[in-house]
Each structure stands twice: as structure tokens, then as C-alpha cells.
């Protein structure tokens, strides 16, 4: 039993000090393996790569800004603008506006462009100088393929209103160039051009300011006729021109020298002092009253 017993213990002392050894030997491997080396190699290409990738991605938003830019401050940036002395404009309408010592002006809205050069014209293939504009934006789709064609050769998009202006100053850069409002001043002279509003069939009274006949000392029934119209031997005939009834209105009607009391830039609109012909939303041309063509 003895035997045994001391046999026992010699088991678990040798059992013991393999352990023991083991031990120690593992962690010398731990501590020369070169493998935490290039770990540490790993992370530092890793932590170099995160910072590349950082640096990168601070310059991708400038970029993307550059890439998001608005077209529209492109096109006002001065290179594509020109400044010309007319331009086509909308009625609005009309409203009232005071001035600092409360005086008030009559004033008419209108919406001036943009407006793009389409077309130019010259002595040597027209015959005559002008420059053709384009206003407000009309579809492809409901434009003619003649006209869809003029407007791919200028380089802009199909227009609703097509006006020529005699321009002796022409350039060849000037096709497809945009037309602002920012061309007038305030305080500028205006000369504007517009359709008047239709009446219809009109008698003479209204149409062209009769006073009709006498009321009294036995007159009867021609206090609103429109009296003779010519003799009848000589020379036998109406002579043309001859004020009489008729349609009233719709006549191309321009009105010199009015007044620019304020422009609103921003949204490409100018107050004119007074009245201009026409209804509202109606087409008007503008165009400055010291230009000559």
C-alpha cells in the first residue's frame, strides 16, 4: 500500500511539472510569433485606408456641389445675357403705387423675358437687318416640324411668340443668346406696342365720337343717326375712309414715352406709369423711346 501510494504521487508530481513546462513553453511561442507583427502591419494598412478613405470623401461634396449647381444662376452669371434695346413682354395688369411723400401712380404690370435670340437677319441673305426673339416656352409636341427645326438651328427651346426688331449692330455670337429684364433702368422712356381690346360691331356714335343730331326744334328720330355720307351727283360715290359704323377695337396701337417706375428684377417685371393698350395676359413689345432702327 505504501508502494502504491508514493507511486501516486511521483504520477501527479511528473503530471504537474509537464503542465508547468507546457506552459511556459506556449507562452514563449506567444511571444516570438511573428504573426502579432503582421497583425499590427494589418491594422496600419487598415488605419491608412480608413484615412485615404476619409480624405476622399471630404472632397466628393465639393464635387457633388459643383455637380448640383442650378442651371439658372449658370445662365445669369452675364456670359449668355445681352442687353438690347426692346424686348417682349406680358400684361400683367395694373395696380397703384406710392411714393414717399404719398403720391400715387397708376402703374401696369408687365412680365418682360426672358427672350432669346432665334434668328438673325442680314443685308446679305435677307436683305435688311434684324434680330428675331422667342418668348415663353411652348411644347415640341405642338410645334410644327418646320418650326422645331428653326428653333434646334438657334439652339433653344420651342417659343410661343416670334417678334423681329430692326438691329443694325449684328454678330454672328449673338444666336441663342437670353434677353432680361436688366437691360432697362428706372426713370427710362418706354415705346410699347400692343393689340387694343375688341368691341365689336360699333356705331358711329362710339366708334368714332359723333354727337348724333338735334333733339329738338322739330327733329325726329335722328338723334343718333349718322347724317350724310357724300353727294350724290358728284362724285357719286363714298370716298374711302369715310368714318362710318363698324368693328371697334383690335387695332395695333403704340403709345411713345412711358415712364419705368420700378423693375423687379427677380422676377423679370416693370411697372410702366399708366395705362398700355391691350387686355391682360396680351403680347406687348417694348422697346426704348431714344432707339432708332
Not at 81 to 106: A, E, H, R, W, Y
Not at 258 to 287: C, D, R
Request: charged share 25%; net charge neutral.
Amino acid at each position: 500500500m505504501t508502494e502504491d501510494k508514493k507511486n501516486i504521487k511521483k504520477d501527479n508530481k511528473d503530471s504537474a511539472e509537464l503542465k508547468s513546462a507546457d506552459s511556459t513553453t506556449l507562452n514563449e511561442d506567444l511571444n516570438d510569433n511573428p504573426l502579432d507583427e503582421s497583425s499590427d502591419d494589418k491594422n496600419m494598412d487598415v488605419e491608412s485606408k480608413n484615412s485615404d478613405i476619409a480624405t476622399s470623401s471630404e472632397d466628393v461634396p465639393a464635387t457633388s456641389e459643383k455637380n448640383n449647381e442650378d442651371p439658372e444662376s449658370m445662365d445669369n452669371n452675364g456670359d449668355d445675357n445681352i442687353s438690347l434695346p426692346f424686348i417682349l413682354g406680358k400684361k400683367i395688369g395694373m395696380t397703384q403705387l406710392f411714393s414717399d411723400n404719398g403720391t400715387v401712380f397708376p402703374a401696369t404690370i408687365i412680365e418682360c423675358g426672358p427672350c432669346y435670340i432665334t434668328q438673325i437677319k442680314s443685308n446679305s441673305n435677307d436683305g435688311y437687318e434684324s434680330l428675331q426673339l422667342g418668348f415663353m416656352d411652348k411644347k415640341a409636341s405642338k410645334t410644327t416640324s418646320a418650326l422645331n427645326g428653326h428653333f434646334k438651328k438657334s439652339g433653344v427651346s420651342p417659343k410661343k411668340y416670334l417678334k423681329e426688331f430692326r438691329y443694325s449692330n449684328l454678330d454672328s455670337d449673338l444666336i441663342g443668346k437670353k434677353v432680361l429684364v436688366s437691360q432697362f433702368d428706372q426713370g427710362d422712356f418706354v415705346t410699347i406696342t400692343g393689340i387694343s381690346k375688341g368691341k365689336g360691331f360699333a356705331g358711329h356714335m362710339k366708334r368714332h365720337n359723333f354727337s348724333g343730331g338735334r333733339a329738338s326744334h322739330g327733329k325726329n328720330s335722328v338723334m343718333r343717326k349718322a347724317g350724310s355720307i357724300g353727294a350724290g351727283t358728284s362724285p357719286g360715290r363714298v370716298w374711302k375712309g369715310t368714318r362710318m359704323a363698324g368693328r371697334m377695337g383690335n387695332d395695333k396701337v403704340t403709345i411713345k414715352n412711358l415712364e419705368i417706375i420700378k423693375i423687379n428684377n427677380e422676377k423679370n417685371i416693370i411697372f410702366i406709369k399708366g395705362s398700355i393698350p391691350g387686355a391682360n395676359n396680351n403680347i406687348v413689345y417694348i422697346m426704348k423711346s431714344n432707339y432708332e432702327s
